[in-house]
């Protein structure tokens, strides 16, 4: 039997495009190989240089397995990527879910021996939270665990036409109270729910509840902690209308208008704590996207109102921000995360625990600096083990009229190492110490040690 007339019998049938295959017909494809391989082998047997054609018949077989086994891999990636993508159960619209189960294990031990002033801080690093003044207090150590930080999402795509799409997206977690006595229920609470409006490929508008565009939530390290740098770091969720126009290269530009909120001490002026939040205008947010090279960075700017009332006196300042944020990657895949941040920053940094600024005697608003940031090294020892050093601090420039019972300064630092014996499934332990000072000097601080688990879907 000529090569030729065997290379007619074996050939295995043509695809003009593997990937678009179905598993139903890949395998009528590898029934038909299967079929020919027989016969070509059986011709071969009976030809005249039978040792010459089995080598041939050798080389081919190999040759066609591992076109079988490309053929098979793309298959499956392509069904792995349709899964990625969700599933249309209403025509032009597609559906996503997702989310994780995070379950942690705490201990903490306060300088001051007393636990956290409000119980959110047993559950995460809240620095404004450590209790201070105590230092003859029993030294005891608390132990807590919870899944509150488990959470769902919930998406959908619709394709409108003209290359436009419009898509939704909501998300809650368990982040709210718990019965520890019987049930450990917690409440669920909305963490993020907008809308989407695509009317090109490179520019969208956002309306609805998601992070501020004056945070850049990409630059925060992974940590075991729910935060990771919570004393240095900007972290702020809510309602805003966000444009977004994409510059190329991966750049772009936003521009929001973002819920207002003041904060404010009593400087002297004996003011009632419940007349804050009358504002008259929205934070104005504009923002910058960059890269160079390894590195992904932002620039942001907040300006702000601050204001309040009471009886028949009303006022207002004007205060704002800058924020600077990067990611800086390197080819092994280790990474810096990093961020600066300076000016009224009041509620936007550390979890609020600063606010932004003081009632004087005469009424007059007093707006207070404030300065913060962190730096966060991540190392990979190999593809399933990793660790993370990080360091956070922020400090307030208060006035004089606040008195000493105002934090001052607020800071914490941790390491951590995670290991993952399969992609998205995650264990950890990590070491934490934290700090906060008030403005008369005295200080409290905390060491925590904390195991997590964190399977994401």
Known sequence: MSERAFNAVVQTPYVANPKSLSSQSFSNVFKKSKLSLAVGVCACLFGADTFAQSSQVNQKLDALEQEIAELKKQIQEKEEDQEKKGVIIKKGTRFQYGGFIKADFIANDYSDGDRATAS?????????????????????????????????????????????????????????????????????????AFLTYNYNKT????????????????????????VGPSAGTLFTRQPQIRWT?????????????????????DGGAGFDSNQFDSNTLPDIVARYNGKAGNLDYSLAVVGREIAYSQGSQEEDEYGAAINFTGVYKFDGGDNIHFSLSQGTLGRYIALAGFRDGAIEADGDIDLIDVTGGFISYQHFWDKKWRSTFTYAYSTADNPDSVGGNVNKTLSNANVSLMYSPVPKLTFGVAYEYAERELESGVDGDLNRLQFTSKWVF
Do not use: C
């Open 245 to 265: 126009k994409g510059l190329g290269n991966g750049t772009s530009f936003m521009l929001a208008l973002e819920n207002p909120s003041s904060g404010l001490y």
């Open 120 to 192: 959110v801080g047993d559950d995460l690093l809240v620095p404004s939270t450590i209790p201070v003044g105590n230092d003859n207090a029993p030294d005891d150590i608390t132990f807590d665990s919870h899944v509150k930080h488990s959470r769902f999402w919930f998406k959908t795509t619709t394709d409108v036409g003209n290359g436009q799409t419009v898509s939704s997206y909501v998300e809650t977690d368990f982040n709210s109270g718990v019965d520890e006595r019987i049930t450990n229920q917690a409440s669920n609470g909305l963490r993020h």
């Open 203 to 226: 520019d969208s508008i956002v309306v609805g509840q998601t992070w501020s565009t004056f945070f850049n939530v990409a630059a925060l390290p992974e940590a075991i902690d729910f």
